[in-house]
C-alpha cells in the first residue's frame, strides 16, 4: 500500500517538476506572474515527492529524485519540440483560455532550468551508482568475514 501511494505523490510531482520547466519556457506573462507561478510548481512538486519518498522511508532516493528530474526534461524537451514543429496552432488551456504556441518563446530560461535538471539528475545518478557499489562490496566483505 505504501509503494502504491508513494507512486500516486510521484505521479504529482512529476506532474509540478513538468510544469515549473514547461512554464520557464512562457515568454507572454510578466514576471511576476511567471516567477510566481514557477514558485509554485516547485513548492508543491518538492512537498509531493517529499511526501512520496517518506512513505518509502527514502530508500534509494537519489535514484529516485535523479529519474523523476530526468523524465521532467524529457518531456518538457518533447513538448517543447512539437511547439517548434508546429508554431501556428491554437491550444484550450485551463479555464477555456486559448493559448497561441508562439507564448513559448523564453528559451533562454527554459534552456537553463532543463540544463539544471540534467546536470542534477546525472550527478544523483551517479553519487546512486556509487553508493550501490561500495555497499555491494560491502556486503562481499561481510560475507568474507562471516565464512572465516
Known amino acids: 500500500m505504501r509503494s502504491f501511494l508513494s507512486v500516486i505523490f510521484y505521479s504529482g510531482a512529476l506532474f509540478c517538476f513538468y510544469m515549473f520547466g514547461l512554464t520557464s519556457f512562457i515568454s507572454t506573462q510578466t514576471v511576476v506572474d511567471k516567477w510566481s507561478a514557477l514558485l509554485a510548481f516547485s513548492v508543491v512538486g518538492a512537498v509531493l515527492f517529499g511526501i512520496g519518498l517518506a512513505l518509502v522511508r527514502f530508500k534509494n532516493w537519489r535514484f529516485r529524485v535523479g529519474m523523476l528530474l530526468l523524465v521532467a526534461c524529457l518531456v518538457v524537451c518533447g ?33 537553463i532550468v532543463l540544463t539544471i535538471y540534467l546536470i542534477v539528475s546525472a550527478g544523483l ?19 568474507r568475514v562471516q565464512r572465516l
Open 79 to 111: 513538448v517543447i519540440f512539437a511547439i517548434l514543429i508546429a508554431p501556428n496552432i491554437s491550444l484550450i488551456a485551463g479555464a477555456g483560455n486559448v493559448v497561441s504556441l508562439k507564448d513559448f518563446g523564453d528559451y533562454q530560461t527554459g534552456g
Open 125 to 143: 545518478m551517479l553519487w546512486h551508482a556509487r553508493v550501490t557499489h561500495l555497499k555491494e562490496k560491502i556486503a562481499v566483505l561481510k560475507q
